[in-house]
């Protein structure tokens, strides 16, 4: 059975085929420049790549091509081999606590929740009319980012402001990056050989969140009623002092707009150290002993760590420390920095193993004798995806 697994950004539409329910991957793909100049995309088949340049108007024109190679590369014969189309849609709200097949009212509670994640749900849900489109009447399921968070009780969810604020406006944290927070607990859970676990998931990317998973259900997590919450990140603050807001904007003369922009685009490890906000930039400047690229480096594992340590006790102790994601499953030398701090709670790193386990490699990183197991477990949102669409369509 051949399920389509989608990621639909504003520019771009990611894409990767799967036989369930075997979970291989018969075709993967990316557009890019979506709606811009010199758009482009990648296939990659039978361990072959191919790029071609091609104007792209808009996501429906992507999705034609995609499914016209389909066609092409023998993928299926008939687009009723396809049996559903699995999406990444980033806000759910507190309506949808996990993935669902796609109708006419969930389409129109995605859009309404567009208040809560205006760059994403409005892409997400051109790709799903796109496919609509392009093959009438596929089976299509919403796989939602906020979905894995919803178990987080009202104790962790709810901010400590009017109530008033979170009845009528919806304000509390939601918590992001689901998918891939499922996944590695899940996959730890067969790495220990365990049903009930409590593991800490460090997802370290160019965005960064960390989750308390208790037997497979998030307890808590460090993104809140928007993605720019918790950790230092690429190019957003993380968490803040939000007086600061209101004081610069006195003393700069910017709009709200702009300050936001700023937090978001424009701080985290790019502000700090002046580089660039992608990791590899920055780390190479460490090596040079750039101050700003040390200097980022420290504030980035005081903010992981701090949350590792908060959720280590939350969950009462953990059996698992996992990190995923670019930086986390290849960052050998953040992880060495976060772990070695972490040696009061008598974690013990195992150097070799730590350097060892990059580029797609997955395992544990610790000595033995180390009071909890980390592992480097590489994400697979796509997966997820599938198996949510496959399970919800048989
Ligand atoms: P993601 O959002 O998961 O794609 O992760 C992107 C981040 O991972 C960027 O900051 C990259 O610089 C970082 N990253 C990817 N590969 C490496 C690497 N080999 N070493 C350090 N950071 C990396």
Redesign the pocket.
């Known amino acids: 059975m051949k399920i389509l697994s989608v990621n639909a950004g504003s520019s771009s539409l990611k894409f990767q085929v799967y036989e369930m329910p075997e979970e291989k991957v018969l075709m993967k793909g990316t557009f890019e420049r979506v709606g811009l100049d010199h758009a482009f995309y990648t296939i990659k088949y039978n361990g072959e790549k191919v790029i071609k340049e091609v104007p792209l108007q808009d996501h429906e024109a992507a999705v034609h091509i995609l499914v016209e190679e389909l066609l092409a590369y023998h993928i299926v014969e008939d687009f009723d081999e396809i049996k559903g189309v699995g999406h990444r849609v980033v806000h759910g709200g507190d309506t949808y606590a996990s993935s669902v097949i796609i109708n006419d009212h969930v389409l129109e509670t995605v859009e309404a929740l567009s208040d809560l994640a205006p760059l994403h749900n409005p892409a997400n849900l051109t790709g799903i009319k796109a496919f609509e489109k392009a093959i009438p009447g596929v089976h299509q399921v919403a796989c939602f980012d906020t979905a894995f968070h919803q178990t987080l009780e009202e104790e962790r969810y709810l901010y400590a402001v009017p109530p008033e604020w979170h009845a009528e406006y919806n304000i509390r944290k939601y918590g992001f990056h689901g998918m891939s927070h499922k996944y590695v607990s899940e996959r730890v859970n067969e790495l220990l050989d365990k049903k009930y676990s409590n593991v800490i998931v460090c997802h370290l990317?160019?965005?960064a969140s960390i989750s308390a998973v208790r037997d497979g259900r998030s307890v808590d997590t460090s993104m809140g009623f928007t993605p720019n919450a918790g950790l230092v990140m690429?190019s957003r603050s993380g968490d803040i002092d939000y007086s600061m807001i209101p004081f610069l904007i006195k003393k700069t003369g910017k709009t709200i707009e702009e300050i936001d922009t700023i937090l978001n685009k424009k701080s985290g490890m790019l502000a700090i150290s002046g580089i660039s906000?992608?990791?590899?930039?920055i780390?190479s400047k460490i090596a040079e002993k750039n101050k700003q690229a040390i200097l980022a480096h420290h504030i980035y594992v005081n903010s992981v760590v701090g949350y590792i340590a908060k959720y280590y006790v939350e969950l009462g102790g953990a059996d698992a420390i996992c990190f995923t994601?670019?930086?986390g499953e290849?960052?050998s030398h953040v992880r060495r920095m976060i772990v070695d701090r972490l040696s009061c709670l008598g974690l013990k790193l195992d150097r070799e193993k730590n350097e060892e386990m990059?580029?797609g490699k997955e395992g544990t990183i610790t000595k033995e004798d180390s009071s909890v197991p980390c592992f480097v477990i590489p994400t697979d949102e796509e997966v997820m995806i599938a198996r949510d669409t496959y399970a919800l369509l048989v």
């Open positions: 990317g160019n965005g690429g906000s992608d990791f590899r930039d780390e994601a670019g930086i290849n960052s990059r580029f």
